[in-house]
C-alpha cells in the first residue's frame, strides 16, 4: 500500500488547485490545517495550507496562489463538513487570506472535549487518545515561508491532516452514541458566527485585567487608548505590543500624565515611545480629563461580592454534577463567566448554546429564586 504521507500532493498553480477542488467537490468532509508565521506582525502570514480529503493528502502554498476562488466556494458549501482541530487561530489565517470563514465548521478540540476527553485538549493528545500515536512538534516554530519547505516540513504538516481525517470519524462515532453530535454543530456554529463579527476597536480594552478597578474616567482613557493602539497596530501591521503594551495602557490611563516627563516614568513605556507617540497618547488622555461623564462607557464588571461568590459556588456544584452525568468536562458545560453573568444579570448569556441551557436552566435559576 502507499503511503500517503509519502505520496502527497504539493499544489503550487491556480490550475492545480482547481483541480484538487473539483476532487474535493465529491469528498464527505475536508481535514484542513495551515502553518503561519506571526512573530512581527499584527496579521498572520500563510506559510502553508494542508488538505485531507479522501484519504489522500495536500499541501497549498500560499506564496504562489493568485486566485483563491475555487477554494473559497468549497469553503462557504454548507454540505461539506471543514475539521480543524483548535480552530481560532486558523480562522484569523481565513479571514486575512480569503476574507471567509469556512462552514460548516468542526472544531475537533471542541468535539474532544464534549466526547468525554477533557476541555482544551492539544492537538498531541487528542491524536494519542484517538490513534494511539504519538506527534512530534520538531517543526512547530519552523520557518514556514522559507523555501523549498523542508522534506520534514513537509512531512510534519502533511501528518496534520491525514490524522484528523481518522479522528473526525470516531469523534463522530463517540458523539453520536451519547447523542451529543448536535452540541459539536452548535458549539462550533456559535465559533463561526463569532470570527464573522467586525472587531470593534472600542471593545478592546474589555479585555484588561482589573479594568474595574479605574475610574469612570479612568476606563474611558484606557478605551481610547486601546481603540487608537487597535487601529495603530493594524495600519502598520505590527503586533499590538510594539505600540503599546496592555499594562502601559492601563497605567497610563490609571496616572492620567499631562507631560512626556511624567509618561516617561511609566513602566513599559519606552524612549522610543515617547519619541514616536508621546504627543498623541498625552492628547488622548487630555481629552478623557476634559470629557463629559455622558460619554463613558458603561461601568465595568466587579468581581462577585462574598454573597454572589456563595451563590456561584452552589452553581458550580450543580453544573458539576450534571456534567459528571453526561460525561463531560464542567468547564465545558457551563463557563465561570456564564456563571458569573447569570448571577449579576439574571439572565444566561447569549453565547450560551441552547443544548447547555436546557440542561441547566431550570436548576440554576430555581437558585437564584430560592435566593431571593
Known amino acids: 500500500m502507499t503511503d500517503p504521507v509519502e505520496s502527497r500532493r504539493y499544489i503550487d498553480t491556480v490550475a492545480a488547485l ?3 477542488c473539483d476532487t474535493w467537490a465529491s469528498a464527505q468532509f475536508l481535514a484542513i490545517d495551515t502553518e503561519f508565521i506571526r512573530t512581527d506582525t499584527f496579521y498572520p502570514i500563510a506559510g502553508l495550507l494542508q488538505v485531507g480529503a479522501g484519504g489522500e493528502l495536500y499541501l497549498i502554498d500560499p506564496l504562489s496562489i493568485t486566485d483563491w476562488s475555487a477554494f473559497t466556494a468549497l469553503l462557504r458549501r454548507r454540505d461539506l463538513p471543514k475539521v480543524i482541530h483548535s480552530c481560532s487561530e486558523d480562522l484569523e489565517v481565513f479571514q486575512v487570506l480569503f476574507q471567509c470563514i469556512p462552514q460548516p465548521l468542526l472544531d475537533t478540540q471542541i468535539g474532544a472535549g464534549l466526547a468525554g476527553m477533557g476541555a482544551g485538549l492539544s492537538y498531541q493528545r487528542l491524536v494519542m487518545e484517538c490513534l494511539g500515536i504519538h506527534v512530534e512538534k520538531g517543526e512547530t516554530r519552523s520557518d514556514w515561508l522559507r523555501r523549498p519547505l523542508s522534506e520534514s516540513q513537509c512531512v510534519y504538516a502533511a501528518l496534520d491532516v491525514l490524522y484528523l481525517q481518522r479522528i473526525y470519524p470516531i469523534l463522530c462515532q463517540r458523539l453520536e452514541e451519547k447523542g451529543a453530535l448536535s452540541w459539536w454543530r452548535e458549539d462550533c456554529d456559535l465559533v463561526t458566527a463569532q470570527a464573522e463579527k467586525p472587531f470593534n476597536p ?32 493594524r495600519a502598520r501591521n505590527i503586533p499590538r505590543g510594539r505600540v503599546l503594551k ?14 512626556s516627563s511624567q509618561l516617561g516614568r511609566i513602566k513599559e513605556v519606552s524612549p522610543g515611545t515617547i519619541r514616536r507617540y508621546g504627543e498623541l497618547i498625552l492628547a ?15 461601568p465595568a464588571v466587579k468581581p462577585l461580592t462574598p454573597g454572589q461568590t456563595q451563590l456561584y459556588k452552589q452553581m458550580k456544584a450543580v453544573a458539576e454534577d450534571i456534567a459528571d452525568e453526561l460525561g463531560v ?39 437564584l429564586e430560592n435566593r431571593k
Open 246 to 259: 496592555d499594562a502601559a495602557c492601563f497605567e497610563i490611563a490609571r496616572l492620567a500624565p499631562i507631560e
Open 18 to 20: 482547481v483541480a484538487a
Open 329 to 367: 468536562a464542567p468547564e465545558i458545560l457551563a463557563k465561570k463567566r456564564d456563571l458569573e453573568e447569570l448571577i449579576r444579570t439574571g439572565t444566561f448569556p447569549d453565547t450560551l448554546t441552547m443544548w447547555r441551557k436546557s440542561l441547566i436552566e431550570k436548576k440554576l435559576l430555581a437558585i
Open 202 to 233: 472600542d471593545e478592546y480594552y474589555l479585555r484588561i485585567k482589573s479594568l474595574w478597578k479605574l475610574s469612570s474616567r479612568q476606563q474611558y482613557a484606557l478605551q481610547m487608548l486601546c481603540a487608537w493602539r487597535e487601529t495603530e497596530a
Open 284 to 298: 488622548l488622555v487630555a481629552d478623557a480629563r476634559a470629557a463629559d461623564d455622558s460619554v463613558f462607557p458603561p
